[in-house]
């Protein structure tokens, strides 16, 4: 009797053991990752992707968002989304070019007319190109669209007008070679570094600079540290991605791989009301706190970047030409 109890007590706790898995694998919470802080337009885009994606999938979907960089700097973030352990991240594209060369067509100084040319291009056929090319390429990525990133102008502790001005001045870039190679060539000194250090670089004097968009370069307190002349070469348009894991988006069943493609397009919208909002506010909040605002001339910065561009640019000859060809 014993034995019989015994026996039907283990065929139950297997078949429960058979069960848990699948059970489990119809709930799964996406970690989603974002270097910049609660409330900043990207941040708030895709928790609301998320929160769209748990609605329409009864709660079997969930975003939980890791802000502020906690999780790294974003070339550490997309290494974790390459092998899983981040399963959505909203990144700049400048870091990607690393992993994914063809992308860095969008990472060379000057390549857009000016930021209605750059979202034409991004929204249009070549913006869903590039898109491809990073989910085909080996890199483990899911492209799922585009965020706005807006312009990225020099801010630095001594006002700079000309490249003559930026003769001896260190100015911190994004990692990839390229960005570098673009600083020198304006005239300065390019120091690859991750988005957390400049804070403190800034403080200790470890660079006189750096470059980026209003919101970041508010929302970072970059401001804060004696770098308050903010000259407005916008030498880089690089738009911002956001990206699933290949590992992540294999555990999708078509359905939720469709809803999650269509999420996506709609927080790519979402970002772009809310980023021209916060580039208004946050350039108000720079000069309320006595940024000063220079209007620089930027002929003499795109000429000095041309080698760049030939270097780079050889092999996206044919792609550089349908940029420029997009009427916007
Ligand atoms: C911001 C961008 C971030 C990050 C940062 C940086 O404009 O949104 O993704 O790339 O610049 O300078 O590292």
Request: proline share 5%; net charge positive.
């Amino acid at each position: 009797m014993n034995f019989r109890r015994t026996l039907l007590a283990a065929c139950a706790a297997v078949a429960a053991l058979q069960f848990a898995p699948i059970v489990q694998a119809q709930t799964m919470t996406i970690k989603a990752a974002d270097i910049h802080p609660a409330g900043y337009p990207n941040v708030v885009a895709v928790e609301n992707m998320g929160k769209k994606l748990e609605a329409a999938t009864k709660g079997r979907i969930k975003l939980q968002m890791f802000p502020g960089g906690v999780l790294g700097g974003e070339k550490e973030m997309i290494e974790q989304t390459q092998f899983g352990a981040i399963g959505l991240l909203r990144t700049s594209l400048g870091p990607v070019g690393t992993v994914v060369p063809e992308v860095n067509v969008f990472n060379m100084p000057f390549i857009f007319r000016d930021e209605a040319h750059m979202r034409a291009v991004i929204d249009g056929p070549i913006g869903n190109e590039l898109l491809e090319k990073i989910t085909n390429s080996p890199a483990k990525l899911v492209a799922l669209g585009w965020m706005d990133g807006g312009s990225r102008s020099l801010y630095t502790k001594k006002p700079v007008r000309t490249p003559a001005d930026l003769k001896g001045v260190k100015v911190r870039m994004m990692g990839n070679p390229m960005f570098v190679e673009t600083m020198n060539a304006m005239g300065g000194n390019g120091i690859s570094m991750g988005y957390g250090e400049v804070f403190s670089a800034l403080q200790t004097g470890v660079v006189d600079g750096a470059e980026n968009n209003p919101p970041s370069y508010f929302t970072s307190n970059h401001y804060s540290t004696g770098a308050k002349y903010y000259s407005q070469t916008n030498h880089l348009m690089i738009p911002e991605i956001f990206v699933m894991s290949k590992a992540t988006w294999g555990k999708l069943s078509a359905e939720d791989q469709a809803l999650v493609k269509k999420f996506a397009r709609e927080a790519q919208m979402e970002q772009r009301a809310l980023w021209d909002k916060s580039v208004a506010e946050n350039t108000a909040k720079l000069k309320a706190a006595g940024v000063e605002f220079i209007n620089v001339d930027t002929k003499p910065f795109y000429e000095a970047t041309a080698p760049v561009r030939a270097k780079y640019g050889a092999q996206f000859a044919d792609l550089m030409k349908r940029i420029e060809a997009v009427n916007k």
